[in-house]
């Protein structure tokens, strides 16, 4: 297999050119690690997921194995990849919009497809069980100055914690989003916060309405200085509001979305749905549109 094919695709959005890029390779079974993190960093995308396995299970629903890349190391999942892939697999005729479940190193993420027309239209995930870990009082002055500002531009009303559906984050609120699209992080303090508070990113938010929030991802211990529109942790965001009280929900239900990019000219939108059971959060569904930008080989070294 001397030529590897990709796909360069722009999850949360519907327009070319927005929203944040992945990388989807469909047939990577006979990669390697180190040529699917070669690969990861020749395409540049803050994610490439490889499909390493296609199978049927004995229950009929179709599983596929897949592994997720930055352009410098492996992580355990990627919302926007995951919908990249959605939207390349039903693309090429794998997916005609059954049961079809990933195999992830996080675990295992249930897809729908939503199409219109018969045409691909939306992939929504059900992300992995949601978890959250108190962030120290102490450390919320030093959040703030990792982000350019006052520690009074923190928000008092929402919550500030580290959350994860599949990959962690701690998540900071912020008074509104003109702070927000402000912000001048010193990205090597944000490592090195990350790496105490054992977490991928820092997220910071700010509410624009009831259940409607801008947001920016700030991932520098990933190799990501910002990633432009982040679906793991905008999943973990509004299940961390939900879990607090902070979302109206209506028949065991809470919807919102969040609006990201717009700070590097890249907009998506990430629709989110939690399932509640009284206040404990059931479920995470994330959902949004893709489009494919470009497709191309890649020569493996050697062949």
Sequence with gaps: MPMIAYSEVSAFTSTPGQGNRAGVVLDAAGLSESEMRELAAFLGAPETVFVTRMSVTHTGRSAVQVRYFTPTQEVEFCGHATLALGLMLAQAGHWRGGALELET????????????????????????????????????????????????????????????????????????????????????????????????????????????????????????????????????????????????????????VIYQGHALGTPGEVEVEVEMRGDAVVAVHVGGCAVLEREGVWKREGS
Excluded: K
């Excluded at 870990?133 to 009074?152: H, K, Q, S, W």
């Excluded at 609120?173 to 508070?197: K, M, T």
């Design 105 to 256: 190193l996080a675990g295992r993420v249930p897809l729908q497809l939503l199409s219109e027309a018969g045409v691909p239209h939306q992939v929504w995930m059900r992300q992995q069980q949601h978890e959250i870990r108190p962030v120290p009082t102490r450390l919320r002055v030093e959040l703030a100055e990792a982000l350019g500002i006052d520690a009074r531009m923190i928000h008092r009303g929402l919550p500030l914690a580290a959350a994860s559906t599949g990959l962690w984050s701690v998540f900071v609120p912020l008074l509104d989003p003109v702070i927000l699209d402000a912000l001048e992080p010193d990205l090597e303090r944000i490592a090195l916060l990350s790496g105490a508070l054992d977490v991928g990113s820092v997220y910071a938010y700010a509410p624009m309405g009831v259940n409607r929030f801008a947001a920016r991802d700030f991932a520098p211990a990933l190799g990501i200085p910002e990633d432009p529109v982040t679906g793991s942790a905008g999943g973990a965001l509004m299940a961390l509001l939900a879990h607090g009280g902070r979302l109206p929900v209506r028949a065991g239900r809470a919807c919102g």
